[in-house]
């Protein structure tokens, strides 16, 4: 088991730990300055960036619409969350000297060809379909399935299997059984 930030691999106990302590931290960071606990959680990151980019072609619908009545457009504290997912796992990768500039993962390309632009369109209708289905759900699996189970919630726990099963089910299908 290997505990270094320089290895291409990190020991899931190493990042289930640092994980913890983000999540601590958040809680006992937003309720200081916001004085009220914020959870992990990401989805409703991308519905407020789409409001922003919305407010430059379109400001008065933004200002009429219900959601963002409640759920205003603005940059907060996850937007940045979002942000530093992106680059952690940039600054992750290149301790770990594992960096890869790629149009194609092997995985898709065994599968469906070297087709950047098949993979590209893939990937936008697979996002979609998974905001979607974090929207519907009332969050991601970062809300639900991590936050929700460091509170012990229930409905946290059976998203959180939800997610997996889903996930696993999707790559048998994409990939078959000899998927990596």
């Not at 009332?138 to 189970?149: D, E, K, M, R, V």
């Not at 726990?157 to 999707?170: E, W």
Request: glycine share 14%; with cysteine.
């Amino acid at each position: 088991m290997n505990l270094s930030l320089f290895s291409s691999r990190w020991s899931p106990y190493l990042a289930g730990a640092l994980v913890g302590i983000l999540a601590v931290l958040s809680v006992v960071v937003t309720t200081v300055i916001l004085d009220k606990p914020k959870y992990l959680g990401a989805s409703t990151t991308f519905v407020r960036a789409a409001g922003l980019l919305e407010q430059t072609v379109a400001a008065d619908h933004v200002a009429q619409n219900d959601y963002f009545q409640s759920k205003k457009v603005k940059v907060d504290w996850q937007m940045l969350f979002v942000g530093g997912v992106f680059i952690g796992a940039l600054v992750s990768a290149r301790l770990g000297k594992t960096v890869k500039i790629e149009k194609v993962p092997p995985i898709w390309e065994q599968r469906f060809g070297s087709s950047a632009t098949l993979r590209a369109v893939g990937a936008f209708f697979g996002g979609i379909i998974l905001m979607f289905g974090a929207r519907l759900a009332g969050g991601c699996p970062s809300g639900h399935g991590l936050s929700g189970n460091m509170q012990l919630s229930v409905s946290g726990l059976i998203a959180l299997v939800f997610f997996l099963v889903g996930g696993i089910v999707t790559a048998r299908l994409l990939y078959g059984r000899g998927g990596h």
